[in-house]
Structures are given as C-alpha cells and as structure tokens.
C-alpha cells in the first residue's frame, strides 16, 4: 500500500513538474512573440517615414478641386493606410493613398448645398490656417495638433486643438474676424 502511495505521489510530482516546464517554455515563447510584434511596431515606423506629409496630401487635394481644406486625417484600414482631406466649398472628401500620393477616390456631399447656400459671409474673406494656428498659439501657447474649419449657424470657424504645458486646449476662433469664440484648457 505504501509503494502505491508513493507511486501515486511521485507520478503527480511528476506531471506537475512536466507541466510546470512546459508552461515556462509556452511562456518564453509567448514573450518570443512579443518581441516580434516589437520589431512589427519598427517595421510600420520605418514605413510611417515613407509617407506623404499632410500638407502634401493637402496640395494634391487642392490640386484636384478647388476650396478651402476643412480637415486632413490618416486613417488606417485593413493594412492599408490613406489621407482623408474634406474639402469645404464644394462639400466632398478626397481619399489620397499616403505612400504613393494618388488620388484614389472623391466622395461629393449629398447634402451639399452650395448652390442653396444664402449665407452672406463670403469664402473669400476667410484667413488662413497659418493665420489661426497663430491666434491660437498668442491665446494659449502650445503646439496644434488638429484644426478645422467648420460652419456654424452661418459663421466660418476654426475649431483647434492645441498641446499645451497646462494640458490639452480647444479653441473656437471666427474664421473671417480673428476673434476667440470659446476656449476650454483641460
């Protein structure tokens, strides 16, 4: 009875050991494959570099339809990375490939109601984005890190986002006097 006792004993001692080192070894492999999706996150940095600039993909866009750029995102999709430049006056959105740099695809706003528009403030009149980075920088100081031009109640607005040492800002400056509409430091 106590050779079965110790049998017993040892045969789970040694199914818990057997178990123990093959975990440790799924382990390190696990740890393996971190370090590999490391090297991946390099790989997509390297080929980040090889991208357009979002003021080349501004130019391309502009290039190919007249108005004033509202927003410029890069966006990712199933490994496949583009510009999203919304262009307002006329309302439409150019999809521009962000390594190569061609025009893949103009999406027209089905509400776009440039020819309805009663709004008497003229597009013409409207600073530029330069000009609104640098009200927004003298108000609060800091880098932007996003900008729109928006239209709100049938005023043009930039709407800008801006890194600061005192933490995030959002700044709402009328697009044609210059004047700070609203500010909010998070």
Do not use: C
Not at 29 to 39: E, H, M, Q, R
């Amino acid at each position: 009875m106590n050779k079965k006792l110790i049998t017993g004993i040892l045969t789970v001692g040694l199914l818990l050991g057997g178990t123990t080192i093959a975990a440790a070894n799924m382990n390190d492999n696990v740890n393996t494959t971190k370090n590999d999706g490391a090297n991946a996150k390099t790989e997509v940095v390297k080929k980040k570099e090889g991208l357009i600039s979002p003021e080349e993909a501004r130019e391309i866009a502009l290039s190919e339809h007249d108005g004033y750029v509202e927003s410029i995102e890069l966006e990712r999709e199933h490994g496949y990375v583009y510009y999203e430049v919304d262009i307002e006056n006329p309302d439409l959105d150019v999809y521009i490939d962000a390594s190569t740099g061609e025009v893949l695809h103009v999406d027209w706003d089905d509400d776009d109601d440039r020819f309805e528009n009663n709004n008497n403030q003229n597009l013409e009149n409207i600073m530029s984005v330069e000009e609104a980075k640098g009200i927004a920088v003298a108000e609060v100081g800091g880098k932007v890190i996003e900008i729109e031009l928006d239209e709100d109640d049938g005023r043009y607005e930039y709407d800008l986002e801006l890194r600061t040492d005192r933490g995030e800002a959002e700044i709402t400056i009328d697009a044609v006097t210059g004047e700070v509409l609203e500010l909010e430091i998070d």
